[in-house]
């Protein structure tokens, strides 16, 4: 068979390419309770230095045996640093509230740039309306599955989150997200079409902040919703 010197050619720009790329960056994967090292730590079990309320007053959410608790009536938390598209990993344990039913039962949050709110809840044999549900783009876009522990365990969250594309301060394309809940895919390169409610204001094309939601209900006197190893890794 005879080859065509342009393929040829191009075969060969590509293998000089390929032997002239950077070697990847060494980075420990860290493991259970262990972040990877090239990650920014955001909660390791020691305190709450990272984070503030939303109204820059320190956070008064409760730290016990190496988690965060989360204090109903306090309010949101965020981080003091802000994130355009990252690896996002957490961790939450829902309260066993039994009595509480729907929106009420495990309700929490966190929010992607405090704009995008991942829903945090108890979904464990609670059914809701699908995009109230855990993993949900609340009010966007349902999780594939119910992948939820029952309450008191330890659940995970590994999001890649992409940010809006923009040009300056123009809005080219939307976000994009990625989740995983205790391994499984329940977001699968989801469009974000725009904030969602009971987050911080801000352009979309500004970095923003990871925000914990303090959720209140009035069927529910408090929401001890705790969190743990919470870390972030930019891919910008
Ligand atoms: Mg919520």
């Known amino acids: 068979m005879k080859r065509s010197p342009t393929l040829i050619l191009l075969f060969a720009a590509v293998c000089a390419y390929a032997a002239e790329a950077p070697q990847p960056v060494a980075v420990d994967p860290g493991g259970p309770g262990k972040a990877p090292s090239d990650a920014v730590v955001l909660f390791d079990g020691g305190d709450l230095s990272e984070w503030i309320h939303n109204d820059g007053k320190p956070a008064a959410w409760a730290v016990e045996n190496g988690e965060i608790v989360c204090k109903t009536g306090t309010g949101n938390i965020h981080t003091k640093r802000k994130f355009s598209s990252a690896q996002i990993h ?6 066993n509230q039994k009595n ?3 929106q009420a039962r495990g309700n929490s949050g966190v929010y992607i740039q405090g704009r995008y709110e991942i829903q945090v809840l108890d979904s464990y044999r609670n059914p809701t309306y699908a995009a109230g549900s855990a993993g949900a783009v609340y009010g966007q876009s349902p999780p ?15 999001m890649i989150f992409h940010a809006p594309k923009c040009y300056g301060a123009h809005f080219l394309a939307p976000g994009r997200l990625t989740i995983l809940h205790n391994g499984v895919v329940i977001q699968d390169n989801t469009e974000l079409k725009g904030p969602t409610p009971g987050g911080l204001d801000g352009d979309v094309c500004e970095p923003g902040p990871i925000l914990l939601q303090d959720h209140i209900h009035p069927d529910v006197e408090e929401t001890a919703l705790r969190f743990r190893n919470i870390w972030v890794r930019p891919l910008d």
């Open 100 to 102: 509480a039913k729907g």
């Open 144 to 158: 594939a599955v119910n992948a939820s522990r029952p309450p008191e365990q330890w659940q995970s969250y590994d």
């Open 90 to 95: 957490i961790e939450f344990a829902t309260p």
